[in-house]
């Protein structure tokens, strides 16, 4: 049957017909385990009925109030219960409708609060190589991901990168404080290259997403980097549209370093998948700078929509109410430990990394020098098809920016239970045992 859809590719997928905790069914009656939660969305698993309640309950009242207009019951709501379990002093928020948007207003604060503090001269922001930090113009010049940024390149003012903390392809120790340090420092040397004056931020995802594939940063990074954003009157931005939300088994993923930002992006599972939502979170003293020189100069035409807002405090409460963010933590424990012992059995897994139930394995050709797979088995593709076709969805990205290498998001909901984990581990052993043969590649057949 023709369409008249078109998103990224030709890619064929079948109708999906529902959907229920980890698993959706497509009209022919096939089964998947959504391994990657969607793409990393679907966080408290699928049509939860306390979310379902909720949504229908706000849609008796209202469906629409433009911000302009009203205040909602649901946005205040949200908003005070995303204050309330952010760091002190980011009390403030404001809604969007995706990742994209929430990490666009967070630049566009920052700006705005710079030129009310008299630093006109402050425009540059400072992110990754690689990153990934949204598809509009303005995330795209801090994305540090060739082939979605670069054909759009004349389009934008090119942004400062430098190299993300990949110290297991440098062959660094990342427990070791001197590789945090190492990595960090080259934050406060683009700095002075740049010209301290004119730099505005820094923005950085705690735990990272799909253009790193889970990457945890080294001991100290994290710590080092805020130092290095006081020293120079920098602002940091922690974007953490995939790790907060309580996916790594905190509800934000730098709680893990006790690091405070200066602004948060989040949505993808703040939203939980029932509805487009997102947020930023700012610090007080900004917003009120920025409302007292003439007010934010920038919006959305759902933000703050009040169904969107009802599903997004529902999905809080229904992971507080099953203490879901500590499954996430113990069981994102035992599944990292269940693809590591893979490694044993397939030579060409060269990393497990991640934290709780963000978590990712990367395919290497050899693990001593960390040469990529060739490019030619399209691995990063192949591997996916083949646990989809066994009824398991992962996700996955080329690792080296996006141009070669092969890493694979494994995020299931985190309302996984041991039964789940079994599932996710039979089918991905079977998955890559028929790539290792289709491709030609060693593994062990004793394990």
Avoid at 415 to 423: C, F, K, N, R, V
């Amino acid at each position: 049957m023709s369409s008249h859809l078109f998103y990224q590719s030709r890619l064929p997928r079948p109708e999906l017909d529902r959907a229920e905790g980890l698993y959706m069914w497509d009209k022919a009656g096939k089964r998947y385990l959504d391994g990657s939660s969607g793409a990393m969305v679907s966080n408290i698993g699928h049509s939860n009925p306390a979310v379902l309640e909720a949504m229908r309950a706000q849609m008796e009242k209202s469906t629409f109030g433009y911000r302009l207009h009203f205040q909602t019951e649901a946005s205040e709501a949200l908003a005070a219960k995303t204050a309330a379990l952010s760091p002190d002093g980011l009390n403030r928020v404001f809604f969007v409708s995706g990742g994209s948007e929430a990490v666009e207003s967070c630049i566009k604060l920052a700006r705005q609060y710079a030129l009310t503090q008299g630093q006109a001269q402050r425009y540059k922001v400072i992110s990754r190589m690689p990153s990934y930090h949204g598809s509009t113009l303005g995330a795209l010049a801090v994305t540090g991901y060739a082939p979605l940024a670069v054909p759009f390149d004349p389009m934008m003012r090119a942004m400062p990168k430098i190299p993300a903390p990949r110290a297991y392809l440098d062959g660094l120790d990342l427990d070791d404080p001197a590789t945090g340090l190492h990595y960090a420092n080259m934050l406060e040397q683009k700095i002075l290259d740049e010209g301290p004056a004119t730099v505005l931020a820094f923005i950085v995802e705690p735990v990272g997403g799909a253009s790193t594939g889970a990457l945890v940063p080294p001991a100290g990074y994290m710590q080092r980097i805020r130092q290095i954003c006081d020293q120079y009157g920098v602002l940091l931005i922690h974007d953490e549209v995939m790790s907060g939300g309580g996916r790594t088994g905190r509800f934000w993923g730098a709680e893990h370093w006790q690091t405070r930002p200066d602004l948060i992006a989040i949505s993808k599972g703040f939203g939980g998948g029932y509805v487009p939502l997102g947020a930023m979170v700012a610090r007080d003293d900004m917003v009120e700078a920025v409302l007292n020189g003439g007010g934010f100069q920038h919006g959305h035409t759902y933000a703050g929509n009040p169904l969107a807002c009802a599903a997004g405090l529902a999905v809080i409460e229904e992971i507080e109410r099953h203490q879901m963010i500590d499954n996430a933590e113990r069981m994102g424990a035992k599944l990292k430990a269940r693809l590591g012992a893979l490694m044993n059995r397939y030579p060409f897994i060269g990393d497990v990394r991640g934290k709780g139930l963000l978590l990712a394995f990367e395919l290497v050709a050899d693990r001593i020098s960390m040469e990529p797979l060739p490019k030619a088995l399209n691995a990063y593709n192949r591997l996916v098809d083949i646990a989809y076709d066994k009824g398991l969805i992962i996700y996955s990205r080329r690792t080296r920016g996006g141009l070669s290498g092969d890493h694979f998001l494994v995020c299931p909901p985190m309302i996984l239970d041991d039964t789940g984990l079994e599932e996710i581990m039979d089918m991905l052993d079977a998955s890559l045992a028929d790539f290792a043969r289709e491709a030609g590649l060693d593994m062990d057949q004793n394990t």
